[in-house]
């Protein structure tokens, strides 16, 4: 009898390990980034664009960096970046492993996502990263810098948005060569731009028609915190250069640059004042003073525009052993 009862108790438990499996055991990982950033929004419009739902894959909420290392070990299957071009951590990723393969996005997808995300169409170079052999179509929008109207008088605004540009050649991070004047207003359409910036891009005879934000500030802060992203992206290294050269320039006052999970955080904690300036994609920024996505129970209203960063291109990659070849395959 008590055979017997084991025999039927074996039979049950590889049945229930055999349903698991099928329920997700074969499941691709795919990292979204951080809850409370842009690449984890996008992430969602990219998989309403493929018909993939929440069940045809696994789900990690992992910044770029953390990311690389699953994908490094094999316990993540893709990862989703909004990151510059060339990145650093995706060519780290390359040289450690050597099957890096990026993914490309269809007429389709890109079609859906231009009308859905509010980003545009963009094309990876196949001289950008050695392991590509032909060019990659994808999207991409425009990091910007915001500054916090509550906190970021006149006058410092103006400085903060001069050094940016006068001085990005003392910026040593690679996508420093962006912050021209030629591109500094890139990202800024129906943003409120800080008044200090607005009397600088006008001093430099730039034409803008972006509404002048609003600056209630008493007295200027001696110390200002700079809300960046994960360490394995653009925005962490970039974010501490940008304050270096800032705090080589300025007067009485010192920016600090602080890890954090991108766009949405940084939009909303400048919103909850305990922050002063952030680095974000232009498309939440908007979202988040119009009161929209993932702001539409709490829109900001004392953040305002003060210079472009550089283009954010969205990229995909996974691993050729992997084995995957297109999003299509998750479903």
Request: aromatic fraction near 8%; proline fraction near 3%; include cysteine.
């Amino acid at each position: 009898m008590v055979k017997k009862r084991l025999i039927v108790f074996s039979s049950i438990l590889l049945s229930m390990l055999l349903l698991l499996s099928a329920c997700g055991g074969d499941k691709v990982g795919i990292a979204i980034g951080p809850p409370a950033s842009g690449t984890n929004t996008l992430s969602k419009y990219i998989f309403e664009a493929y018909d993939i739902g929440d069940d045809d894959y696994k789900e990690y909420q992992e910044g770029f960096g953390d990311a690389a290392d699953g994908i490094q070990d094999g316990n993540i299957d893709m990862s989703l970046g909004i990151l510059g071009l060339p990145a650093g951590s995706i060519e780290s990723l390359q040289a450690s492993v050597g099957d890096v393969k990026m993914m490309e996005f269809s007429d389709d997808a890109i079609d859906y996502i231009e009308e859905h995300a509010g980003y545009e169409r963009y094309t990876i170079p196949a001289d950008t990263y050695e392991f590509l052999d032909e060019d990659v179509e994808t999207v991409a929008a425009y990091a910007v810098l915001v500054g916090n109207t509550d906190t970021i008088s006149e006058e410092l605004g103006y400085e903060l948005a001069k050094l940016m540009v006068e001085n990005a050649d003392e910026n040593t991070h690679a996508q420093a060569e962006h912050m021209t004047l030629e591109n500094a207003l890139n990202g800024a359409e129906g943003i409120p731009i800080h008044p200090g910036a607005a009397k600088y891009y006008e001093e430099q005879g730039l034409d803008f028609d972006n509404p002048i934000a609003e600056v209630d500030v008493s007295e200027d802060k001696s110390e200002l915190v700079l809300g960046t992203g994960s360490q394995g992206g653009t925005y962490y290294p970039l974010g501490g250069e940008m304050a270096n050269v800032w705090n080589n320039h300025l007067d009485n006052v010192s920016v600090t640059n602080t890890e954090t999970g991108a766009s949405v955080e940084n939009l909303a904690t400048i919103r909850d004042g305990d922050m002063d300036l952030g680095m974000a994609v232009h498309v939440p920024t908007l979202e988040a003073i119009n009161g929209e996505g993932d702001f539409e129970d709490g829109e900001v209203t004392n953040v305002a525009f003060i210079g472009h960063i550089y283009p954010e291109v969205v990229q995909l990659i996974t691993r050729e052993k992997a084995d995957i070849d297109s999003l299509d395959d998750i479903k």
